[in-house]
T-cell receptor, first 109, second 114 residues
Framework: GQNIDQPTEMTATEGAIVQINCTYQTSGFNGLFWYQQHAGEAPTFLSYNVLDGLEEKGRFSSFLSRSKGYSYLLLKELQMKDSASYLC??????????FGPGTRLSVLP | DTAVSQTPKYLVTQMGNDKSIKCEQNLGHDTMYWYKQDSKKFLKIMFSYNNKELIINETVPNRFSPKSPDKAHLNLHINSLELGDSAVYFC?????????????FGPGTRLTVT
């Protein structure tokens, strides 16, 4: 079966650091993506991992451990505009993208 | 310039009707997708086309029929609409079917079936 798990909601303070976790069990693994989705808008690409380790992109970093079926998205220097849902998605052997349920992040002043 | 566009943005219709949603991308991408996002915000792939050929057809009722007249367009036709079809439908495109390709999403079409 295919299962991707993320926390439903998280809250953090402006300027802080937050880590959003994603665990997955899918039929094969060909890469993991993180997307950001503001309320009422389309998802937009944040990061991509296919090998173990950390990928850094400005204030956003994403980590992958394939042996553990685990990834996290790290957001630094949080800003109010970072309040959004964060979706973890796995690309599996069937050339299929499977999305997690998303984590709704609220950034408080 | 809009990269991936969808029309209409909102669609309210009654059960049993037939409706279409249109999608166009001007990115020159080879692959296009349709996703359904339900009220719980789960984003689920429905179809994927590569160079006008169907490559993914998830477990979707056959009332849903995608059509790709050319590489830049992927339309979704829905017959005999049901209450459970109410959702936001997103079209997306990517340069290819490889795993390293990010997807670019359209703004979504909010379908409400009454």
């Amino acid at each position: 079966g295919q299962n991707i798990d993320q926390p439903t909601e998280m809250t953090a303070t402006e300027g802080a650091i937050v880590q959003i976790n994603c665990t997955y069990q899918t039929s094969g693994f060909n890469g993991l993506f993180w997307y950001q989705q503001h309320a009422g808008e389309a998802p937009t690409f944040l990061s991509y991992n296919v090998l173990d380790g950390l990928e850094e992109k400005g204030r956003f970093s994403s980590f992958l451990s394939r042996s553990k079926g685990y990834s996290y998205l790290l957001l630094k220097e949080l800003q109010m505009k970072d309040s959004a849902s964060y979706l973890c998605a796995v690309y599996n052997y069937g050339q299929n993208f499977v999305f997690g349920p998303g984590t709704r992040l609220s950034v408080l002043p | 310039d809009t990269a991936v566009s969808q029309t209409p943005k909102y669609l309210v219709t009654q059960m049993g009707n037939d409706k279409s949603i249109k999608c166009e991308q001007n990115l020159g991408h080879d692959t296009m997708y349709w996703y359904k996002q339900d009220s719980k915000k789960f984003l689920k792939i429905m179809f994927s086309y590569n160079n006008k050929e169907l490559i993914i057809n998830e477990t979707v009722p056959n009332r849903f029929s995608p059509k790709s007249p050319d590489k830049a367009h992927l339309n979704l036709h829905i017959n005999s609409l049901e209450l459970g079809d109410s959702a936001v439908y997103f079209c997306a495109s990517s340069p290819g079917t490889g795993s390293s390709y990010e997807q670019y999403f359209g703004p979504g079409t909010r379908l409400t079936v009454t």
